[in-house]
């Protein structure tokens, strides 16, 4: 199959897109930005920034990936945001580039599910099969180890970490780290 992109989507000279990349109505996808094979995208979803998503992603109506970092020492840099293979990203997903102060990245790995409305702010990493499910919300800095499971509208403080298959239940505030504790 093609890559096809739809007649209203707006893909900017420069875009890098894979083969058989589909690219919905009203996206629009900028400059530095690199979609990999069999990615679908959109309809309307922005793409911005140094954005740089893998192969056989699913990201779906108005998310917004490799948007500027939510931080006051943000000066215009040439942060990045990197996605990994085989990720569902929902409705109105908002997943935004690193800092300097935090290395200039953001991370989202591979193999894991992001439920409408959740946001992922600069510098956080998430580990491969990670979930989380509607409204979870992760300020800056966090860091979500594989397979751990945020319920829905759960939220974490900036410079956290969530371990390893931790479960966390919905409408949790996170201000400490979380850990699965070992059987004894």
């Known amino acids: 199959m093609a890559t096809k992109i739809h007649s209203t989507a707006v893909v900017a000279p420069g875009a ?4 058989d990349v589909e690219i919905g109505p009203y996206t629009v996808v900028g400059a530095h930005v690199r979609i990999g094979d069999r ?5 309307q979803v922005m793409l911005d920034g140094h954005t740089d998503i893998g ?3 699913f990201i779906v109506g108005q ?3 490799g948007t500027p970092p939510q931080d006051f020492s943000y000066r215009g840099e040439d942060t990045r945001l990197v996605v990994g293979h085989r990720n569902t990203i929902r409705e109105f997903v908002t997943i ?3 800092t300097v102060k935090g290395g200039g990245y953001t991370r989202i790995g591979s193999d894991n599910l992001l439920m409408a409305c959740c946001h992922v702010a600069h510098d956080c990493e998430l580990e ?5 499910g509607n409204g979870v919300l992760l300020a800056g800095h966090t860091l ?6 945020l319920s829905g509208m759960a939220g974490a403080v900036a410079f956290i970490t969530v371990g390893a298959y931790a479960y966390v239940g919905g ?3 996170m201000s400490k780290d979380v850990r699965v504790m070992p059987p004894t």
């Open 16 to 19: 890098e897109l894979g083969q």
């Open 39 to 43: 990615t679908r995208v959109g309809p």
């Open 55 to 57: 192969e056989e992603n």
């Open 63 to 65: 998310s917004s990936l």
């Open 96 to 98: 935004n580039r690193g």
């Open 128 to 132: 491969d099969h990670v979930i989380l």
């Open 144 to 149: 979500v180890e594989h397979h751990a499971n």
């Open 171 to 173: 409408m949790t505030r």
